[in-house]
């Protein structure tokens, strides 16, 4: 909800109900939504925390988080947030994927012909 939204529906109400009661009201909305958007980040990690888990710097996580459609970023408002868990698998996903091509480049491994 926009600040206007949130201001016409202030007037609005005030109009209809008591002052305090619309105010008490109000309060409480942001204090929920705020709450509710803490709940939801917490246990993630931010840009510095999600780099120094993975032994990187922040801006090669940005990086990722803007080229790799696989690496596992969350959006909180305007801040990229990473849950761990993810991160691990990602990073064994990554793993897997460089030791195929590790061996195929060794001839190690042979292709496997892709379904048509």
């Known amino acids: ?13 005030a109009i209809s109900v008591s002052l305090p009661v619309v105010v008490a009201r109000q309060v409480e909305n942001i204090l929920t939504e705020r709450r509710d958007k803490e709940s939801a980040q917490k246990g993630l990690l931010n840009v510095r925390e999600a780099a120094q888990f993975l ?3 922040p801006r090669t996580i940005w990086r990722w988080a803007r080229d790799d459609e696989s690496f596992p ?8 947030r990473f849950d761990e868990a993810e991160l691990k698998d990602w990073t064994r996903l990554c793993a897997e994927r460089t030791r195929g091509t590790r061996e ?3 001839g190690q491994k042979k292709p496997q012909p892709q379904a048509t």
Request: avoid cysteine; charge should be negative; hydrophobic fraction near 40%.
């Open 55 to 57: 032994g990187v710097e």
């Open 1 to 13: 909800m926009s600040i206007e939204d949130s201001i016409r529906t202030l007037v609005s109400e």
């Open 104 to 106: 195929l480049q060794r």
């Open 73 to 80: 970023v969350r959006m909180a408002g305007s801040e990229l």
